[in-house]
């Protein structure tokens, strides 16, 4: 059923304890997509430890919160380490590649 309050959809309304809307996976990487629009998108990570992701780039720029957990993520080349509670800010088009350090979950904000 459509719950409507003054003309609004609030149907998609979600509240939620971030680390818990994901789980590890042994020796592997998770993913969920939690916002997708034309203009960027908000993704929730969960890594096991030393898994990684090769450097690549992307035309969004991003905001990677690590909720819990180490990473390394390096940005063009130079390496930067963020541990829970921390936040990076990537800009687009540079390559960018990250290691988890232990395990970790990562919200990523990518924004047009």
Do not use: C, R
Request: aromatic letters at 8%; zero cysteines; a negative charge.
């Amino acid at each position: 059923m459509e719950t409507k309050n003054n003309g609004l959809n609030l149907e998609n309304i979600k509240s939620s304890i971030l680390s818990k809307e994901i789980e590890y996976q042994n020796s592997g990487i998770v993913s969920k997509q939690i916002i997708k629009k034309d203009n960027g998108n908000i993704t929730l990570f969960a890594f096991d430890k030393s898994e990684s992701l090769t450097e690549h780039t992307s035309a969004y720029d991003a905001f990677v919160y690590v909720e819990e957990g180490e990473m390394e993520i390096k940005i063009g080349g130079k390496p930067f380490t963020v541990k829970g509670g921390e936040f990076l800010i990537l800009p687009a088009n540079l390559p960018h590649g990250l290691i988890a350090n232990e395990k970790s979950k990562m919200l990523l904000t990518m924004i047009k």
